[in-house]
């Protein structure tokens, strides 16, 4: 009797099963972002969401870790894309989507103290100056991982979309906290974020959803 031998599943296949888990992932967090968003009646920006005392931190450090796991996972299906530049070919989005995990992982566990103080002043702790340097490291590598997809040239649609969304979490990210910084318009800067926010893990669910399907299209013509 000829032994049969089991059928090998290719690396195509699981890096399209990682592709979807990973933004399903980042499908469950922005849920529970907005979820405990809409729990909080006053404004407030993102951070204050996992801020000490606050009754949504055990939902938002939840949804951080999942951004960090599906975002790894996502970036590992996207290990081969690349930049044809010479300033972005080095690396890849893959690396840079990791260094932002890793920072969004120092963000989840080191959060800001009550209330979210701002960068001066005598309420500013070493505590909220290390949560806000990761979080604003994650944003600058998620934000950079998306310039380098806009210019992958095996993904046209996807760089398109990747230069729009890039530019406009720059530009919404960055006029939400120059108000929070100078305080002026808070409640508008704090809205601003949580776009930023929605439009940025918006754009890694799209990445991981792309990612997903030109792997099982190669799994499926091997």
């Not at 989840?108 to 806000?132: A, E, I, K, N, R």
């Not at 120059?178 to 990445?207: D, N, Y």
């Amino acid at each position: 009797m000829t032994a049969v031998a089991p059928q090998r599943v290719s690396t195509h296949t699981v890096e399209g099963v990682a592709a979807i888990l990973g933004s399903s992932a980042v499908a469950i967090a922005l849920i529970l972002i907005w979820g405990s968003r809409l729990t909080v009646t006053r404004e407030l920006y993102v951070s204050e969401l996992g801020a000490e005392g606050e009754p949504t931190a055990a939902a938002f450090e939840i949804a951080l870790l999942l951004i960090v796991m599906g975002g790894s996972a996502v970036a590992w299906a996207a290990r081969r894309v690349r930049a044809w530049p010479p300033l972005l070919s080095w690396g890849s989005p893959a690396v840079s989507l990791w260094v932002g995990c890793g920072f969004f992982l120092v963000a989840s566990q080191v959060t800001c103290t009550s209330g979210c103080p701002l960068p001066y002043g005598p309420s500013f702790t070493w505590q909220d100056f290390t949560h806000t340097l990761a979080a604003v490291l994650a944003f600058a590598a998620a934000c950079w991982a998306m310039i380098q997809t806009s210019f992958a040239r095996e993904h046209p649609v996807l760089a398109r979309m990747s230069i729009v969304t890039a530019i406009a979490v720059a530009v919404i990210a960055g006029t939400g906290g120059l108000f929070s910084l100078f305080r002026f318009q808070v409640v508008l800067g704090s809205r601003l974020e949580f776009v930023a926010t929605t439009i940025a893990i918006a754009w890694l669910m799209m990445f991981g959803t792309v990612i997903a399907v030109r792997a099982f299209r190669r799994a499926a013509s091997e």
